[in-house]
Structures are given as structure tokens and as C-alpha cells.
């Protein structure tokens, strides 16, 4: 394949353009577009007609599958590895995790091992006339690190955050079977890329509740301000979705949000999948 790796004007993605993940990549190949994700953050391919197996195994190139929560509810029959986010209903029943990603985050940032990378295939895009609906909105966490002074990077050097799925800030009493789950997490809200080397901020509003040794205000006000700092303008791209796009992102030094701006009649469907990650050091 001739592949051809193609920058956004933005501050992070690129797309893998020459390439058809419906057939086998050779290590050349794959090598190349495991380097332009490690760069870019975000890398997409559009027009991509795969199975949900090939979707499988193009993402096992990347490591181990993390089994999501939400996979033992809505996931593809013969493939409980890849969950279904759909707001079609069939019967008056959901078909998949309806809303998901509405705020900034990164992917299981509350789990002791956050997954490395996700994975999304667009099978339906939202329309309406003429104009694409539910875009995803990335923000580069390394860039927004070394932007910021250097009397802040000082200052927080060294600092762990807490990390709570089911903390105060969801703003729902969670279910037994959660808290036990993923109990509260501590990471280093200054992260080390395992690959890369590359620094980021670790941190978001909805899911960092406490700052080790900090007391409580001045904690709050710190998770406040770098959070809103990864989310700048300056630090953003976001992606238009096609019908057979498949985008990943690093779920290190990106973080993302959904843009829930449709409903039904317009319809939207995915496949999810997630790459095991490491330990945040």
C-alpha cells in the first residue's frame, strides 16, 4: 500500500490516506501508521468497508482489547470486544450507549490502567440536510502542558491527582457493583508518554476530585484552571465524521468530547474499541 500521511492545520491528527484496512498490512505499512499516531495523537482513515472482525483485528496490531463496561450491555453480536454507541432504537428499545463522552475526558482515566488508545468506526453519521451532525472534539494534552509557564510546570511537578468514577462530580449516586469496580485512583497529573517520552497534563474537571496533600480549595482551583488551559482553542481540532471513518486517538496526551448537537430522525452508529494501556508515571 501506498500510504501518504496527511497533517490537520490543527495542533493534532493527521489522516492515513492509501490505505484499506479491509485487507492485511503488511509491517512496513503498519509500522508507519503506529508512528503517525504516536506524533499526531489522533490519526483517521476515511472510507474505510470493514467488518466488525477486521475491525477487531486491525486494532489487536495495537496490543491487547480492553474489555468496556459498557461492552456487557451493547456490544456486536459475535464481537464482545467492540461496543455499539447508537441512539437508534428498535421495538422502543436502545441498540447501544445513546449518550457518552459529553464533557472532556480521557478514556478511564479513573481506572488503575487507562487504556492506551480508542478506536471508533462510523457506520452512521448524523445529517440533516445536508449538514453532518456529532462531530469529536480533541484537544492535545502534551501541547497544553508545554504552553503553560514555567513557574506552573514547577509548581505542580510531582503532584497526583485522584481520580473517581463514581466522585461527586457525576452528580448521580453510583451502584454498589461500580464503586467496587474502580475505586478512587491516584496518577501523576503530569504524565509520561510510555513510548514517546512526551509530557502531558493528566487531568480533567469531571473525574480529578482531590489533589494529593493539597487542601481542598486550593486543589479545586488548580484542576479548574488546567483543565479549562487543555481545552484552549490553540489546542483543539476537531473531526468532521463520514460515513466508514475509522479516527483513534491517545488516550495519554488527547483528550476528546462529544458533540451531542443531533437526535432522531437523524441517526448515529459506532464501534468502539479500546487498546490496553500502562500504568500513568
Known amino acids: 500500500m501506498s500510504i501518504k500521511v496527511v497533517p490537520t492545520a490543527a495542533v493534532l491528527g493527521a489522516e492515513i490516506a492509501g490505505v484499506?484496512?479491509?485487507?492485511p498490512l503488511d509491517d512496513a505499512t503498519f509500522a508507519a501508521i503506529e508512528r503517525a499516531y504516536d506524533e499526531y495523537g489522533v490519526i483517521f482513515f476515511r472510507g474505510q468497508s470493514i467488518t466488525p472482525a477486521q475491525h477487531?483485528?486491525?486494532?489487536?496490531?495495537f496490543g491487547e482489547i480492553e474489555f468496556n463496561i459498557f461492552g456487557e450491555r451493547w456490544s456486536v453480536p459475535g464481537n464482545p470486544e467492540i461496543v455499539v454507541l447508537s441512539n437508534i432504537t428498535e421495538g422502543?428499545?436502545?441498540t447501544g450507549v445513546r449518550?457518552?463522552?459529553?464533557?472532556?475526558h480521557s478514556d478511564m482515566i479513573y481506572s488503575p490502567r487507562p487504556p492506551r488508545a480508542t478506536m471508533l468506526h462510523a457506520i452512521e453519521v448524523p445529517e440533516l440536510h445536508g449538514?453532518?451532525?456529532g462531530d469529536t472534539a480533541f484537544?492535545?494534552?502534551?501541547a497544553a502542558y508545554e504552553a503553560l509557564p514555567d513557574s506552573m510546570k514547577r509548581c505542580i511537578e510531582g503532584?497526583?491527582?485522584?481520580?473517581?468514577f463514581t466522585g461527586r462530580k457525576r452528580g448521580e449516586a453510583p451502584d454498589p457493583a461500580t464503586v467496587q469496580r474502580y475505586p478512587p485512583v491516584e496518577h501523576p497529573i503530569v504524565r509520561t508518554h510510555s513510548r514517546t517520552g512526551v509530557r502531558c497534563l493528566y487531568i480533567n474537571r469531571d473525574d480529578c476530585t482531590k489533589i494529593v496533600g493539597l487542601p481542598h480549595d486550593e486543589a479545586e482551583a488548580l484542576i479548574v484552571a488546567l483543565s479549562d488551559h487543555v481545552i484552549k482553542p490553540e489546542f483543539l481540532y476537531r473531526h468532521r465524521w463520514r460515513r466508514g471513518d475509522i479516527v483513534?486517538?491517545?488516550n495519554c496526551t488527547v483528550q476528546h468530547k462529544a458533540i451531542i448537537d443531533y437526535d432522531l430522525p437523524q441517526r448515529r452508529l459506532m464501534h468502539r474499541l479500546t487498546i490496553a494501556g500502562t500504568v500513568p508515571k
Open 131 to 133: 449538514l453532518t451532525l
Open 92 to 94: 422502543g428499545r436502545p
Open 248 to 250: 483513534m486517538w491517545d
Open 99 to 104: 449518550r457518552a463522552g459529553e464533557n472532556w
Open 139 to 142: 484537544a492535545n494534552a502534551a
Open 20 to 23: 484499506d484496512l479491509s485487507r
Open 56 to 61: 477487531v483485528a486491525f486494532t489487536r496490531r
Open 159 to 164: 503532584l497526583k491527582g485522584v481520580f473517581d
